[in-house]
């Protein structure tokens, strides 16, 4: 089994690196990528704790892990993207200055989303010591809308988000996907678009997306992905396969990738035990 697709604590993730890793070994899964977004910070955490070390890969047992990232992406003047990145030299500098560069500014759009509840719904309603921590490196809007419903701010995520995005200048300088597959193959590693699928655009956006990164050194897809268990306002098993059967059949040359594109160690479970409905690889 193989999973090129996780996330951690590190970015929008409930667990510890490590935790993630157990439940792989637990699951018997032979490879895989901890896909933070924006970071490769697991990367170094697990380092201390594997069994082999070499260049973008450990192993622990019978596991594999290949380094890994999310990045976040523009592609032409409307669309966002992620490009999954594949072992690549953790400390190659221009990734890592790249990372640092994008991890300042989301924490300082988290500030100031901070400022803006506050300025709204009444001093402290919201605070930094509640969001920020030692662990996380990638502040995402998960991380402060969760903690408005909570407090019931907002009664739904849908709300909390749109009156984020109201706030003016919020947005982030992010790479251009062209520029992300370069930046990742620079470092020694493979660069794949993340799930297709899931981008809320025209099917034939999707398509022309993926031709055009093909041919400025696209390595590969994920195709294989869970649609039908993480949007099913949007697919049954039938539109997933469906979906994914046309793209084998538009571009048979590609690589192909498998994530679950699991937050936490209890959907990762839920999800291996409908593997055999969405996993391949």
């Known amino acids: ?6 996330h951690t604590n590190i970015s929008d993730g409930k667990n510890t690196p490590m935790e993630m890793i157990n439940t792989l070994l637990e699951l018997g899964v032979n490879e895989a990528s901890i896909t933070d977004h924006d970071a490769h910070d697991s990367y ?10 070499e260049k973008g890969k450990l192993t622990f047992g019978n596991l594999t892990i290949y380094s890994g990232i999310e990045l976040d992406c523009i592609f032409g003047d ?19 200055e790249y990372v640092s560069n994008i991890q300042i500014q989301r924490k300082n759009r988290i500030k100031k989303y901070i400022s803006a509840v506050n300025e709204k719904f009444g001093e402290n309603t919201i605070t930094e010591e509640e969001i920020f921590n030692d662990t996380c490196k990638t502040y995402l809007k998960p991380h402060i809308v969760h903690p408005l419903l909570d407090k019931k701010i907002f009664a739904e995520y849908k709300e909390a988000n749109n009156f984020l995005k109201s706030i003016p200048n919020n947005d982030i300088e992010r790479i251009n996907a062209r520029g992300a597959v370069k930046l990742i193959h620079k470092a020694g590693g493979k660069a794949f678009l993340a799930h297709p699928g899931v981008y809320d655009y025209e099917y034939d956006d999707i398509i022309n997306i993926i031709n055009t990164l093909t041919n400025k050194g696209l390595d ?22 469906e979906f994914t059967s046309s793209l084998e059949k538009l571009f048979p040359e590609i690589e192909y990738s498998q994530g679950s594109d699991s937050h ?9 035990d409908l593997k055999n409905k969405w996993a391949k690889l």
Do not use: T
């Open 78 to 96: 409307k669309f966002i993207i992620e490009i999954l990145g594949y072992g690549f030299d953790p400390e190659d500098k221009e990734l890592k």
């Open 1 to 6: 089994m193989v999973d090129l697709h996780l």
């Open 44 to 53: 170094f955490e697990l380092s201390k704790n594997a069994d082999k070390k």
């Open 220 to 241: 590969g897809i994920e195709l294989h992905y869970p649609y039908a268990y993480v949007q099913s306002y949007k697919y049954d098993e039938a539109k997933a396969s």
């Open 264 to 272: 936490g160690v209890e959907q990762l479970k839920e999800l291996y």
